[in-house]
């Protein structure tokens, strides 16, 4: 066993460790070593670590806030506070803007717990990449993209056979309006691109999103480091420049996080739009 | 999974394939986040965005309701107003009415009364006129008795003188008529 303060070390290891000569950044960025449980199948590295610290501290926060919601209820005291209109407005951007939008109140309130689970971890994963200490995104590995979008992909799927039983494949891959014999040309495309693209777009998508996003900050901040303290004469002024692009980028990273959590959210509401379409 | 396997993995190093603790680790965290929020937070949220609206709903229902009964109130005494209005209207009129009347009536007895006092006066003038004619033509008979029996009396006497009586007699009445 390994004591709470290894553990803690491991998470806030800083990402570049420079020692002389500059480094790129290679993909081995992303398999950093393992801190605990090595060679079981749940051992432990920092993006697993910190994985588990968003989850924790999205369990936290949105405990506060439920609490919040009941002791309103149970009160009566139906003006909120500020704490509490926070909340709501977090809660209400996926269940407004995203599901009702899209799928209408009775639908979209079906469906509202998987797509707020998977707004709030993309988004909570997505956030760590920028926050100094943790410096990496937890959906920058493949794992979570890859399990978001499996259930993503079992619930559209589940959608449309619970709507339309087994015409929804036929709706899916035999589009109505089509003449018979494009069939040999469109079920597959149709196929291909509604049960094998959509889950792995969702997946690589946000994945490459994160992982292009951390390589340009480590490159961005080990060349400000490396200019800095291991140049001569004018190249240290260089130093300045990529400090510059990384702060920027930084910022843009800070986007970058909330708009893949919200096109994750939106493109799984669509697809199970679509499933629950009568028409295709 | 031995170590030697994974160290083999992880030299490989290929992002699009996930490891195993990836994978458990991803699978427990979105578990344990959509029971989490599907259990927990959702519900309560929803709760307290239904209770308050239904309690919005029922201030605006009591809003409505007092204000029906506000209008209905103002209505109520609209109505008042204008049947006072009216019923002040009618005592008016009623008094116009008898006023008009009772100048009529005034009127009315006016012209009697004068009426009456003309007959009346009228009445008295006849009966003085009829008294007077009585008492004249009394006078004028006792005035003619008296002539008569002077006429008689000087007749006996003298005939010669008589027609110089009644002549003497006729001249007295006409200086008395005088």
Known sequence: MLSSLTLLSAVLKPVAEGDGGFEAPTINEFYPEVVAFGGTPYELNRIMLIRLLVTGLLILVFWLWSNRFRKSTETGQFVPGRFQMFGEMALNFVRKSIAHEQLGEKDGDRFLPLLTTIFFIVLGMNITGIIPGLNIAGTSVIGLPLILALAAYVTFIYAGVKKHGIGFFKNSLFPAGVPAAFYILVTPIEFLSTFILRPVTLALRLMMNMIAGHLLLVLCFSATQYFFFNSEGIFKTFGAGTFTFGFVFTLFEMLVAFLQAYVFTLLTTVYIQLSLADEH | ?178
């Open chain 2, 1 to 178: 999974m031995t170590p030697v396997i994974h160290e083999i993995m992880h030299a490989a190093a290929n992002p699009l394939v996930p490891a195993t603790a990836d994978l458990i680790w991803s699978a427990v965290v979105f578990a344990i986040l959509l029971v989490f929020f599907w259990f927990k937070v959702l519900p309560n949220f929803k709760k307290n965005i239904d209770a308050r609206t239904e309690a919005i709903e029922g201030r605006l229902a009591l809003a409505e309701k007092a204000q029906a009964e506000a209008a209905a109130k103002t209505a109520n005494i609209e109505a008042d107003q204008a049947a006072a209005r009216q019923e002040r209207a009618e005592i008016i009129n009623a008094a116009r009415a008898e006023a008009a009347q009772v100048s009529v009536e005034i009127t009315e007895a006016a012209k009697l009364n004068a009426e009456r006092m003309i007959e009346t006066a009228k009445k008295q003038i006849e009966a003085d006129t009829q008294s007077a004619v009585i008492a004249l033509r009394a006078e004028v008979g006792s005035l003619a008795l008296e002539l008569a029996s002077s006429v008689v009396q000087n007749n006996l006497k003298e005939d010669k003188s008589a027609s110089a009586i009644v002549d003497g007699f006729l001249a007295d009445l006409e200086k008395e008529g005088k």
